[in-house]
């Protein structure tokens, strides 16, 4: 009987490379996961699979995954003695971490990175590793600090001539500009950021943000316009497989029918937004789910159950230390008891 010949994983890892360029996350895993067992004892390859399935599981939101393989990452990276490799993987582990609202430990690891980076004076690293950083601060609810992060990272990405760099920073911007009440700003971060992002065919970044832009027109409260922008992103969102930025997209779109007055389809929007944060484990995202549900119980007439709802979400917010989320938890909740008449119904 002839032996078979041993198949190479390298053909397979670069069209898996090709795939994720091009946004095909899916089909990307699926190849990186056979490139990894073809490996073997080659480590070059083994290692930059474990990289690269820590990536797309992170961007697929299956972060329980993406943390199984940067740990694997970090522990082959230190025994290689490799540091760079071995500091990428804890920006990747803290990343996976900040999405499931553990962004102290994220906070840490980024931290514990940095030095590691600005010792090896690592340009490109410290970059990445302060707009990651920046986007833990944001979550944390420590808004003007997250401002300035993205900023420095943007100005170093600028520096390094990295245009997805800038565009991430931008798109950081935007979202932290809006939560702090610019939405005049927010609308033209997003707007430089969707250019780039259109010229480099990065159909995550062109998705992220047009849901950008629809949230600053939404807080502008043009809940017509949000909405054809809102369309656009979770039209690129499903291309992609990104479950986690299209469930943030289902909330906010939520929000918009909401203040137009359409509180069945933003009632519908909620509940598919909850089950998809559910699923990725996202206790911020199931947070504002739970305050905009209990928006409509009130809009509706149950008082009671309205208040018993955002009880819930503010004790869930306070636990998890999301200072933002559990500022809005209050204030709703204080309206409902004090100021029926002005209970907010718009948020960030």
């Known amino acids: 009987m002839k032996k078979r010949a041993n198949k190479s994983p390298y053909p397979i890892f670069s069209k898996a490379e090709k795939m994720r360029r091009k946004s095909k996350f899916i089909g990307a895993l699926r190849l990186y996961l056979e490139a990894k067992r073809l490996a073997g004892k080659d480590v070059e390859i083994k290692l930059s699979c474990l990289f690269s399935l820590g990536d797309v599981y992170r961007m697929t939101g299956e972060f329980g995954q993406a943390r199984k393989f940067y740990k694997e990452a970090h522990r082959l990276s230190r025994a290689l003695k490799r540091d760079t490799d071995s500091t990428d993987a804890l920006v990747g582990l803290g990343l996976s971490l900040r999405a499931t609202g553990r962004f102290k430990e994220a906070l840490r690891l980024f931290d514990r990175a940095l030095v590691a980076y600005c010792a090896g004076k ?12 920046a986007g833990a601060l944001r979550i944390q609810g420590d808004v003007k600090e997250a401002i300035e992060t993205f900023k420095k990272s943007k100005r170093l ?24 009440g610019r939405y005049g700003a927010s609308w033209m971060y997003y707007s430089l950021a969707n250019s780039l992002f259109k010229e480099s065919r990065d159909t995550f970044g062109v998705a992220y943000s047009y849901c950008g ?6 807080m502008r409260e043009k809940f017509r316009e949000s909405l054809e922008y809102f369309k656009k992103a979770a039209a690129n969102y499903k291309k992609i497989g990104d479950r986690v930025s299209y469930a943030y997209t289902l909330w906010a779109e939520g929000t918009a029918h909401h203040m137009l007055g359409e509180s069945k389809a933003a009632g519908r929007n909620f509940k598919k937004a909850e089950r998809l944060f559910k699923k990725t484990k996202d206790p911020r995202g199931i947070i504002y789910c739970m305050i905009g549900t209990g928006q409509i119980e009130f809009k509706r007439g149950g008082k009671r159950k309205a208040a018993a709802i955002l009880k819930t979400a503010l004790k869930k917010a306070s636990l ?8 809005y938890a209050e204030k709703v909740l204080d309206a409902i008891e004090k100021n029926p008449e002005r209970v907010p119904l718009n948020l960030a």
């Open 320 to 327: 998890c230390g999301f200072k933002t989320e559990k500022g």
């Open 122 to 133: 690592d340009a490109a690293g410290q970059a990445f590793t302060l707009w990651a950083k």
């Open 213 to 218: 832009m629809a949230n600053s027109l939404r």
């Open 157 to 180: 990405f600028e520096r390094l001539k990295d245009p997805a760099g800038v565009g991430y920073s931008l798109t950081g911007l935007g979202g932290a500009s809006r939560v702090a």
